[in-house]
T-cell receptor, first 109, second 114 residues
Framework: GDSVTQMEGPVTLSEEAFLTINCTYT??????LFWYVQYPGEGLQLLLK?????DKGSNKGFEATYRKETTSFHLEKGSVQVSDSAVYFC????????FGKGTSLLVTP | SAVISQKPSRDICQRGTSLTIQCQVD?????MFWYRQQPGQSLTLIAT?????????ESGFVIDKFPISRPNLTFSTLTVSNLSPEDSSIYLC???????????FGPGTRLTVT
């Protein structure tokens, strides 16, 4: 069945560092791909999405490109801030959303 | 997008009791979903609630334990019955507002069973 694999966390970075969170997927067909973010004590927020191969989703300085050839959707940000500390979930669309296990990010000043 | 509210935001319940969680959306939606997020874990789909029909449950979840109502296109409830400490989780409702499966989530209900 469809599945999503994310890199294990926690990830700890200094402010202004470059961020990459790896996400790969297995799916039949052509799913849409998503990144959701969960800030401490809050619900999930849609961060960005891509609906077809080579699409790039972007929001709040974060980017991810739908790579069909490598079945990947890695999340990147050029310069993280303390306020980016959160848990990030990669997900793909099927009947409902199929989530990865989440990657915790801590950004220190 | 959609604005989703949930009640209660958190509760502490005794073993053997039940908790009903309400989910309200600010627009009419066809599909509503209920997820569970166990401590430190990812989200697991419990069931899909469609208006006018019985909910569709995922493997490992049964109606007797997680009865769901969907009386109209803006509201749903999830009841967690016969509570045990293993039910301590965050329960989230979500809605699908586009054909592209873009889902929006409520703030969640944090349940602690003692």
């Amino acid at each position: 069945g469809d599945s999503v694999t994310q890199m294990e966390g926690p990830v700890t970075l200094s402010e202004e560092a470059f961020l990459t969170i790896n996400c790969t997927y297995t799916a039949t067909g052509y799913p849409s791909l998503f990144w959701y973010v969960q800030y401490p004590g809050e619900g999930l927020q849609l961060l960005l999405k891509a609906t077809k191969a080579d699409d790039k989703g972007s929001n709040k300085g974060f980017e991810a490109t739908y790579r069909k050839e490598t079945t990947s959707f890695h999340l990147e940000k050029g310069s993280v801030q303390v306020s980016d500390s959160a848990v990030y979930f990669c997900a793909l669309s099927g009947y409902a959303l199929n989530f990865g296990k989440g990657t915790s990010l801590l950004v220190t000043p | 997008s959609a604005v989703i509210s949930q009640k209660p935001s958190r509760d502490i319940c005794q073993r053997g009791t039940s908790l009903t969680i309400q989910c309200q959306v600010d627009s009419q939606v066809t599909m509503m979903f209920w997820y569970r997020q166990q401590p430190g874990q990812s989200l697991t789909l419990i069931a899909t609630a469609n208006q006018g029909s019985e909910a569709t449950y995922e493997s490992g979840f049964v109606i007797d334990k997680f009865p769901i109502s969907r009386p109209n296109l803006t509201f749903s409830t999830l009841t967690v019955s016969n509570l045990s400490p293993e039910d301590s989780s965050i329960y989230l409702c979500s809605v699908d507002v586009t054909p592209l499966k873009e889902q929006y989530f409520g703030p969640g209900t944090r349940l602690t069973v003692t």
